[in-house]
């Protein structure tokens, strides 16, 4: 592997797998309990403010849009006194998901053009493990902790890990870009309202760029924000449509991230790394390609075979969106 480490001989990416692999750990222990959790959240109790907003906000949308008015799929979450505490968390935990990003960076500036690939196979791995191990996690508190800490534990177990994910980055990984490419402090605050602006975001405004170069980056961001937008949330059904269609508790969701998981792991470690450079943008497309069948079959399912067909494709798509992103 022809990488350049310029740090003394010290390879950050020994420090960043292990932190992304907690991180993750972090963040899909969570994804099988989300029905039962949600369950929890659908309790008539007191209803706030935000609950009757969104609700309102919701049905006027399903109203314009001629939705049929079905209270088993329409109404299934947020009906708590804790509602607006719960979108908060959800509001502040994505903003401190940018771990992909800063990844990303990282390979960029350790790894030469020609070895990103490698770099991001890596990256790939992390998160594969982290699918496979964390959601386990998450059933098994489904079955042995009290139900009245259902919603509690795996969020201190999240924090424990989040924890140590910050220990290890912030004690022991070391800065990767050049000292003569880095920003001063004073340009990084005056600065820091561009990179949480949703309008300078698209407008690339903390990007040096020639005019026509910033255009064409204003048209890519606007098409790779749509595909994660219509990705995501596609992706954060799945558990809601297994659990109202085929009954599956949370050790059965657990099984379903360690089905993709197990999926995930040779394509990222072999596939990935064997693509030449030339051959990722067509790759890049057919994963976007596999989008579409993966979860038609899955939203048309109605037996396990057809579930595990579509996510068959699905865990193929995981492994196409590294290099969507590499080509972005």
Partial sequence: MSAAV?????????????????????????????????????????????????DYG??????????????RYNNIWMRAETFTLFVLSRAIGGLSKANVNVATAIVSDVY??????????????????????GPMFGAYFSTMVPKDALQTTPALFSIILTCIHFALVAALLPETLRFEERKSSKDVVQKASQFVSPLDLFKFKAVNAPAEGKREMQRIGFIYFIYLFLYAGLEFTLPFLTHLRFNFDSMQQGKIYLFTGFLMLPIQGYVVRKTPMNRQKRVAELGI?????????MAQATTLFGLYLGLFLYAIVDYFDLYIAIQL
């Fill in 58 to 71: 919701l049905k006027s949308f399903q109203k314009a849009i001629n939705v049929p008015v079905n209270e």
């Fill in 6 to 54: 310029p740090l003394r001989g010290r390879n950050p990416m020994r420090i960043l797998i292990p932190a992304l692999i907690i991180d993750m750990l972090a963040f899909t222990c969570i994804l099988p309990l989300f029905p039962s959790i949600l369950t929890y959240y659908s309790r008539e109790e007191n209803r706030d403010y935000m609950y009757d907003m969104f």
């Fill in 289 to 297: 390609l596999c989008i579409i069948p993966a979860f038609l079959i």
């Fill in 112 to 133: 030469k053009p020609e070895d990103n690939a490698k770099g991001m196979a890596l990256i790939g791995i992390s998160y594969s493990v982290g699918f496979l191990i």
